[in-house]
């Protein structure tokens, strides 16, 4: 059974740090690439930023111009987990995180709430 489990949202301060983790089973995690994506009230769903699988581009990192410098993506292939490690947040930064896999098929998290807010 596929399960993408998210953690590590909360409530923060402008200007203040989250990691959020995205623990995967189910599926050989290093052949997917690793996704984070956001949801606000009353927005579409955005990729935030993505990590290739450890094969081919081994690990290349892309974000949405919104959050680069300031969010970093990463991933331990040896504990099946995803990270998004994000600081200077801003109040329009609130949102729920998702976690995705993607290979031939898309598996997704139940998300976390990241509220920023002073």
């Known amino acids: 059974q596929v399960q993408l489990v998210e953690s590590g949202g909360g409530l923060v301060q402008p200007g203040g740090s989250l990691r959020l983790s995205c623990a995967a089973s189910?599926?050989?995690?290093?052949?997917?690439?690793m996704s984070w994506y956001r949801q606000a009230p009353g927005k579409e769903r955005e990729l935030v930023a993505t990590?290739?699988?450890?094969?081919?581009?081994?690990?290349?990192?892309k974000y949405a111009d919104s959050v680069k410098g300031r969010f970093t993506i990463s991933r331990d292939n040896a504990k099946n987990t995803v990270y998004l490690q994000m600081n200077s947040l801003k109040s329009e930064d609130t949102a729920v995180y998702y976690c995705?896999?993607?290979?031939?098929?898309?598996?997704w998290g139940q998300g976390t709430q990241v509220t920023v807010s002073s």
């Open positions: 995705n896999a993607a290979l031939f098929i898309a598996y």
């Open positions: 990590i290739t699988s450890a094969g081919g581009a081994g690990g290349t990192t």
């Open positions: 189910g599926f050989t995690f290093r052949q997917y690439a």
